[in-house]
């Protein structure tokens, strides 16, 4: 396969990755290299069947020294004030579904 070296790479929408294809982007890094994934755990669009990669790396790559992960809230919210306010109100019912 492809090795992406002196590259700057960004995974957006991760969140749709299946775990094959983490895998496969993941293991394309090359020297002097560095990868970032976004996503959002909270608005996956894969068929029901398929498990997303990006839940997946939270637990399997948490330990990993040189990897990190950022976590975001509704204070980081920079779009319209009912945006923050939606994200918000579903956290509290997926909360209350557990």
Avoid: C, W
């Amino acid at each position: 396969g492809r090795t992406l070296s002196d590259s700057f790479i960004i995974l957006d929408e991760a969140q749709n990755a299946t775990r094959e294809q983490m895998k496969m982007f993941l293991t394309r890094l090359g020297f002097r290299s560095k990868m970032v994934v976004t996503g959002d755990i909270t608005q996956v669009d894969l068929p029901k069947y398929s498990d997303s990669g990006l839940i997946q790396i939270q637990s399997l790559l948490n330990k990993v020294q040189g990897i990190h992960f950022v976590y975001f809230s509704a204070r980081d919210v920079v779009r319209h004030e009912l945006v923050k306010k939606i994200i918000t109100a579903y956290a509290h019912t997926n909360s209350n579904q557990e």
